[in-house]
């Protein structure tokens, strides 16, 4: 059972670690969004003849400095991992993969 004896939303510790939650799952979600232009970026440079490496990487780093972001966010109930279920990273489940705790607070 949950306490619903005061209603104040985002102020209390387990609703701002589920917003932090969403956050992080947003950025990753935003740099998924980039991919287009990311592609036209590299088709440009290699047009040009120029090396695409750096952006290659700068963009492998990113997603994968978001994607651990998003990964390392723990449940603020169950405290496990919240997009992690054995392996796999699944940012497009809005409940925690162990519990089901929803990011989205009911209200
Ligand atoms: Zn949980």
Redesign the pocket.
Known sequence: MTDNTHNTPNTNPRDQRLMEIKRSRNRLFVCFSTLPVYMYAVSQVLDNGNSSNVIMFTYMALYAGFGVNASVKR?P??H?Q?FVKKYFLNPFRSQ?A????SMHPKG
Do not use: A, P
Not at 98 to 101: E, P, Y
């Open positions: 449940c109930d169950c496990q919240y925690c162990h519990c089901g705790l």
